[in-house]
């Protein structure tokens, strides 16, 4: 009897996210806590004055006792009244209902499940399938052209206007269009998620990000652009010759693909239909027009109005309904007025492990004590002590370590605009001290904190992404991985380049 090779079963995500828990539970053991005074950054933007609250990055203390010594304090199984909400057993509730509707926890999970419904009744329409296979037909065989072009638009969408959530809807709409090109539900998530983070990255005007960081650093907003417009170009090309090698790699052998055995699905609902051309009725027409809409809604209204979490998911559920009522009208797939309403809860369905897993990997926040620089945390010790020993480098160096930094600091703080105000505050004047621009250490944020958004479980978005494209983090990681190797080299010799030519 042939006896199977036993092979490495990634862990489940949720089961990842406990072991980070535990890990930051034994971190309180050791680790004492500290904490910062704050103070008010002023910074121009577009002709506008803004103001963000950081922390001072010279009033750093340890929390002492009534003799002196460091206070340590270990997370219990579950919150008290003295440790808040940093129970090690409750992570899971705390997390979810951590934060408002504006983001974190809270915020993006209602995004995740509401575009998710919205979608859910696009799709049961049929016009999404039908209108693929249209695509399809009209490529010609050059179905290839495709990756760069939509990863050029992606990433642009990224680096103007710091396009993130918003690639979600789009994940469902590409993955199952590529799979019935031949390609794999990782391809669909290069050219839009991964391509909206490339961009948010290696941007020279992101208002999220690069603003925020740089506002905070002290130095004029939106500068550098001679330096970060090349490295834009420079990554989206790396993201384009990456994602189309792999592309047609797969397209030789389905098998190699991470993602052969979930998109299984796709492929035997594709296959089908393969020898008849469904129906593109007017009614299906109506739907995409109405999908095309949201998203030139959308595009306007982040780039004229500001909008944000809650008015993007407002948005999309508009399009959901009106979909909704177009297939009814239409009769599109037999749709009946009932069947929106149990579209939009299948839909919401397949992402709620994505919700659940946006509040969990929140707890891993709470345990290490929060992100307020006030509070006596875990976390503020760590910012502090891996700040100071950054010190006594040559600058290269230095701004290379900057950039491991924000990068690991990514997997605890997703937010990029909360990332920068934890972290400017002690990279801006740490860069001073070990003869590194602050522009470079902006750099060293926008590297570090855009590109690995596609590879931390920890990323609200990435699992949502993920979630859409049915497809697991821990498959997901072992084809990301590969490409974080050459995202990691590009952008060590980006930080060199950045010190040698003087980036100010």
């Not at 399938?129 to 052209?145: A, N, Q, T, Y």
């Amino acid at each position: 009897m042939d006896k199977k090779k036993r092979q490495f079963q990634m862990p489940h995500t949720y089961i990842i996210i406990f072991g980070v828990i535990l890990l930051a539970a034994l971190l309180t053991v050791f680790i004492p806590l500290g904490k910062y005074e704050t103070k008010d950054v002023t910074y121009m933007q577009n002709g506008v004055e803004k103001t963000k609250t950081v922390l001072d990055p010279d009033s750093f203390q340890y929390v002492l006792d009534e003799n002196g010594n460091k206070v340590t304090q270990v997370a219990p199984l579950f919150g008290t009244e003295d440790f808040g909400r940093q129970g090690i057993l409750n992570y899971v509730f705390e997390g979810l209902t951590t934060g408002d509707k504006w983001g974190t926890a809270v915020g993006i999970i209602a995004f995740i499940l509401v575009v998710g419904g919205a979608f859910g009744i696009v799709l049961r329409t049929g016009a999404i399938e039908s209108g693929i296979m249209r695509v399809i037909d009209m490529m010609g065989g050059k179905e290839i052209l495709l990756i760069p072009i939509l990863i050029v638009l992606f990433s642009l969408g990224g680096a103007v206007f710091g396009m993130g959530e918003e690639a979600i809807p789009f994940v469902m709409i590409l993955v199952p269009m590529f799979i019935a090109m031949g390609y794999d539900a990782v391809v669909g998530i290069m050219c839009s998620y991964v391509a909206t983070q490339i961009g948010f990255g290696a941007s020279w005007q992101n208002p999220f990000s690069l603003a925020v960081a740089q506002g905070i650093a002290g130095i004029p907003v939106m500068s550098g652009a001679w330096f970060r417009i090349p490295m834009w170009i420079l990554f989206t090309g790396i993201a384009v010759v990456f994602t189309t090698r792999y592309a047609m790699k797969i397209r030789k052998n389905p098998q190699l693909s991470v993602a052969y055995e979930s998109d299984e699905e796709y492929r035997q609902e594709f296959m089908k239909k393969n020898n008849e051309m469904p129906p593109f009725t007017l009614g299906h027409k109506l739907v995409i027009l109405t999908v095309f809409g949201c998203v030139v809604w959308t595009i306007w209204g982040v780039v004229a109005k500001g909008y944000y979490i809650p008015e993007i998911a407002s948005q999309f559920f508009v399009m959901g309904l009106v979909a909704g009522i177009i297939g009814v009208v239409f009769h599109l797939n037999d749709m009946k007025l009932n069947d929106i309403a149990r579209s939009f809860d299948h839909g919401a369905a397949d992402l709620l492990g994505a919700a659940m897993c946006v509040g969990m990997a929140q707890g891993i926040i709470i345990i290490l004590g929060g992100t307020d620089p006030t509070e006596g945390t875990v976390l503020n010790t760590i910012l502090h002590n891996i700040g100071s020993s950054m010190q006594g480098f040559p600058p290269v160096i230095s701004a290379w370590l900057m950039y491991v930094f924000q990068s690991v600091f990514n997997f605890f703080v997703v937010s990029g605009s909360g990332q920068a105000a934890l972290t400017m505050p002690v990279m801006a004047p740490l860069a001073d001290l070990v003869g590194v621009e602050r522009q470079v250490a902006v750099v060293a944020f926008q590297l570090g904190d855009g590109f690995t958004n596609f590879i931390v479980p920890t990323s609200g978005c990435l699992l949502g992404a993920l979630a859409a494209a049915k497809l697991d983090w821990g498959k997901w990681a072992r084809f990301q991985i590969k490409f974080q190797a050459v995202l990691i080299a590009a952008a060590s010799v980006t930080m060199v380049l950045a010190v040698v030519l003087g980036l100010s």
